[in-house]
């Protein structure tokens, strides 16, 4: 390396350590602390400027024994003075100022990108042999002997393949539902229901399938199915709402779909004349069930031009503030057929027959029969029937009970198998019957006979008629004559 001053070329060995002190130092001690230093500079022909001094000092270097010298471990800074031209100019102000601190420090990075190690140490290689920083791909060669284990677990490796990973966990997604899918799903589902009246299956379909904002929908459709059946299907649907609310339905959902079903009072009055009564009974159903606050009947107060919404929320308001409404409300369609007292039907089934024998109006009376909704019941209204007609001393009842059952057997509201059970236990009951009624046997036997010319008693019935047992007081192959007491 060479350095110059006032136009003299200086040739500087490189490969040895070497300390600069100031210029014109001869003190070998101040140069023997530079060697302690351990710090190497590289200098450019061109660029890099040195004092004559350096020559004499450096040359005094070799008189030195190297048994007196202090050997360490050299410590070489990886950038060391790349320096430009703009500070050429000081280096001697510059070395003066590091060697009278006794700190060699190196001078700011000149390399923005360098990727060498900028901890002042080291030989000036890369950092992590080129593999470290951001924006590497690795060692060069590293992509020939990297692990697989490595590639696996490394999200962002472009080999990286997730279906060659054992924990990894799949997530279903699931389409929203289309307007046809969705009848027909909940079509299916409320039917079952109405079967079994199982609410957590109705549950876990509602959550296997992607609702995504029907929900109120959902509920206007499960209203508007059940205003169509029985009171004991609606009974169930304010359960089933009961039920879902939380895990399917919100409040938000309960108070959109009760106004879309006000919205469309008028059409659904078409088809249901007592529509009003029925969402009416809803809504106050809800509030007590606390799926929708009180305040839900109130904000309509005053605000509705229909009148058939306005019947709807009076008759909910009116529910709500009777005495003990809230408990009340939860036999607002009365209680399941099934589940019913058998006194409190016997009692039923005598009322409808009377109502009959005063208005002779059949459909009232099959309406009445089929709103009780205990079909496995209907022989008890046989044998009330019959019963009516052995009662009737002036025998003015026979051709309306005929009448009444032949119209019930022909549209098989009573089943032939429940007609002929209720006529059985007629049967079965006439010894005790004949004692309050001594011409019962004539009467029913007469009875039967018309029913069988009616059309809809089998020959079964007619064979098995019971007749009142003679007692004998006389032989019938002794002549009328009455036997003695001898043998």
Known sequence: MAGKKAGVLVNVDTKEQQNVIENGMDNTNALHSAFENGMKFKFSEQSKLLPVSIKNNLASQDNIS????????????????????????????????????????????????????????????????????????????????????DIDKDVHDPNYDSDTQDNCEFESILPKLTTEEFERVVDT??????????????????????LAGLQPALIEKMIIMAMERKPSHREMTSVLLSDLYGHVFTEEDFEQGFNSLLKSMTDLVLDTPSAP????????????????????????????????????????????????????????WGVGGGMRPVRYLINKIQLL????????????????????????????????????????????????????LKALATSVIVTPDQMRRGFQRVYEEMADISIDIPHAYNILEKFVTECHAAGFLPEELIRNIPSRGRKRFVSEGDGGCVKSNGY
């Open 277 to 332: 009564v029925m969402i009416g009974n809803f809504i106050a159903r809800a509030v007590a069930d606390d799926c929708i606050p009180p305040s839900f009947v109130e904000g309509y107060r005053g605000n509705v031009d229909c009148q058939y919404i306005r019947s709807a929320l009076e008759h909910a308001d009116n529910l709500l503030s009777m005495k003990h409404g809230l408990v009340r409300l939860d036999n607002v």
């Open 353 to 404: 027959l009377k109502e009959y024998m005063s208005s002779g109006d059949i459909n009232e009376a099959t309406r009445c029969l089929i709103e009780l909704e205990v079909p496995h019941f209907h022989h008890e209204f046989v044998y009330e029937a019959v019963l009516m007609v052995l009662e009737d001393i002036h025998d003015l009842l026979s051709p309306f009970i005929c009448k009444l």
């Open 66 to 149: 190297s048994e007196n010298r202090v050997k360490h471990k050299a410590k070489r800074p990886s950038k060391i003075l790349n320096l430009n031209n703009d500070i050429s100019c000081n280096i001697e102000q510059f070395l003066e100022e590091q060697i009278e601190n006794r700190d060699i420090k190196c001078p700011p990075k000149l390399s923005k990108n360098s990727r060498r190690s900028r901890a002042g140490f080291g030989r000036g290689l890369p950092k992590k042999g080129g593999g470290g920083g951001k924006g590497t791909w690795g060692k060069p060669g590293s992509e020939l002997i990297v692990e697989e284990d």
């Open 189 to 210: 589902v409320i039917k079952e229901y109405f079967e079994n009246g199982d609410t957590n299956e109705v549950a876990m379909t509602m959550k296997e399938v992607n």
